[in-house]
């Protein structure tokens, strides 16, 4: 049976070179293309997720802060966190996103605002950021991290009122 397939095989790719001739050829090499090209679209779409990140960090820096020394939010920023509902639900969130960093003993002031930050994106499942979430959809070019990212400011100073750094 196995010689009759083998038999078979040998008269079928007789038959297709007959018929196609270097088009059978020309076929093969276009599939590894193909499959070569699909491998490189993944490293592409990798990339520009990436892209889009670092556009989206870059959106900070253009017009949402002050540029100071520590990041202050501009009157822009300001404005950013007053039409998401931020400043509505962050007394709400206050004592939660406290007790996050607190947990996390942050040394400095960038500490303090990466953990402001990184404890808000904790909360992203929580009920009261559904009112920030809805502001996102419809406002897309103010992504859920710009919000986060900015706010991260206004809790850092609140919360080095109230955790003031050592001396060094």
Known sequence: MNQNLST???????????LLGNTRELIIRIDERVNNLTADMKDVKSTLKEHGEKIAALMVYTGYNVRNSPNMPSEKGKE????????E??????????ASMKARNPRT???????????????RDDPLMDRLKDYVV?????PL?????????????????EHPLPPR
């Open 80 to 87: 950013l966190l007053r039409k998401s509902g931020f400043d």
């Open 8 to 18: 078979l095989t040998k008269i079928g790719n007789w038959i297709a070179t007959l």
């Open 138 to 142: 419809e406002h897309a070019d103010q």
């Open 89 to 98: 639900i962050y007394p709400q969130l206050r004592e939660r996103v406290f």
């Open 109 to 123: 002031l960038y500490d303090y605002e990466k953990e402001a930050e990184r404890s808000l994106g904790s909360l």
């Open 145 to 161: 991290v710009l919000i986060f990212e900015i706010a991260s400011w206004v809790i850092r100073d609140d919360y080095a009122k």
